[in-house]
Structures are given as structure tokens and as C-alpha cells.
């Protein structure tokens, strides 16, 4: 099967209504940045630098906890894209939230916040000219959607946590390996969008 397209990934978020869970953490909200590219459709995630205090190396998506001054989880995932790698806000058209996402060890709901980037603030190269905070962010890494449509590049493992079972997915894709919250994120955005190409 091939992988949904943008067009399929606007139509599915577009029926979907979020589930939510504010009672279960403190709030947050993560950017997921589309990259549309005349060979198919790009996923923007971030290696966080080994220095910081969490998720220190994780390969994840932009974002972070909602500031009191934030207008929802949207202004925190379109101010935090901007302070972590220089996305500026009017370069993204938001398209949809996914299910909010508890983390277990840290204590967050995450907020998913899907977004394309323009290709017209794209340089004559065909990349965004991404400006990555050199306190945050260790790397940049642009990887195909399709590669990570292909359940070749996912695994599951069933684990525990005090006796609750639950699902560990893990991508593996051109040597980058996300896990956690960022690819039970990225499993949501995907299956949603099969279900509408289907």
C-alpha cells in the first residue's frame, strides 16, 4: 500500500475529533511539521541536545510545555517551533490535533499539532531555512513520511508499567530510531490517514 497523501492526511484530521486528557499531566503541545517536496511529503524532528535536563538526545518533534501566556496548545506548538529551529508561525497552516499523548515517566500531555510548512518560504535548494537554538537542539533530521508508512521500519514491543500494559512502538528510519511519545504521535497520524485512503 502506498503512502496517504497529503490531500488523504487534510481529510482524515479534518473528520477526526481529539481525544483529550488534561487531568492526566501537565500540559504541552508539540509541533508535527509537513514538509511537502515535489518527491513526496517530509517529516521535520529534532535531536535534542545531550545537555538538557529531559529527553536529553531524543529524536522528537518541536515543542514544549504551555506557558501561562500561550493562547492554547496551538500558539505553544507554532512559539515553541520558532524558539527550537526557527519556524516562524506564518509559514505553517495548521491542519489538525491528534489525540492528546500522556507521558509516562515525565508527567506531560502532549498536544499533537499537525502542521504544513509552506513550500514558498522554502530556498532556491528546496529546504526551510531552519535555525535550530544551538542550546536546545543537537540536529535537524528531514525523513520521508513514506518510510515511515512502511511497517518494515516499525516495531512493537508489549511492555508493563506498574502493572499497566501498554504498547512500545518504535520507527527505525535511515539510521534514526524514534520511540516514546513522538512515535505513538506519529503511529495515530498514520493509521488515521490509512483509515482515510482506505
Not at 518494515?152 to 506498574?162: A, V
Request: charged share 25%; proline share 9%; aromatic share 8%.
Amino acid at each position: 500500500m502506498n503512502a496517504p497523501t497529503l490531500a488523504q492526511i487534510r481529510h482524515a484530521l479534518s473528520r477526526h475529533e481529539p481525544v483529550l486528557y488534561p487531568e492526566m499531566g501537565r500540559p504541552a503541545a508539540v509541533l508535527v511539521p509537513l514538509l511537502p517536496r515535489p518527491e513526496g511529503l517530509y517529516l521535520l524532528f529534532t535531536e535534542r541536545s545531550k545537555e538538557l535536563r529531559s529527553h536529553a538526545g531524543q529524536v522528537s518533534f518541536p515543542g514544549g510545555s504551555v506557558d501561562a501566556g500561550d493562547q492554547g496548545a496551538r500558539a505553544t506548538a507554532l512559539r515553541e517551533a520558532r524558539e527550537e529551529v526557527g519556524l516562524r508561525p506564518e509559514h505553517v497552516e495548521i491542519i489538525g490535533e491528534l489525540d492528546d499523548c500522556p507521558t509516562f515517566v515525565t508527567g506531560f500531555v502532549i498536544t499533537p499539532v499537525v502542521g504544513v510548512v509552506d513550500p514558498l518560504a522554502f530556498t532556491a535548494a528546496g529546504r526551510y531555512p531552519w535555525t535550530p537554538s544551538a542550546a536546545e537542539i543537537a540536529a535537524l533530521h528531514e525523513l520521508p513520511w513514506a518510510e515511515f508508512c512502511d511497517p518494515r521500519n516499525l516495531s512493537i514491543e508489549e511492555r508493563e508499567r506498574e502493572g499497566v500494559p501498554f504498547r512500545l512502538h518504535r520507527y527505525t528510519v535511515q539510521g534514526n530510531v524514534i520511540w516514546g511519545a513522538t512515535a505513538r504521535i506519529l503511529h495515530q497520524l498514520i493509521e488515521l490517514a490509512k483509515g482515510d485512503a482506505a
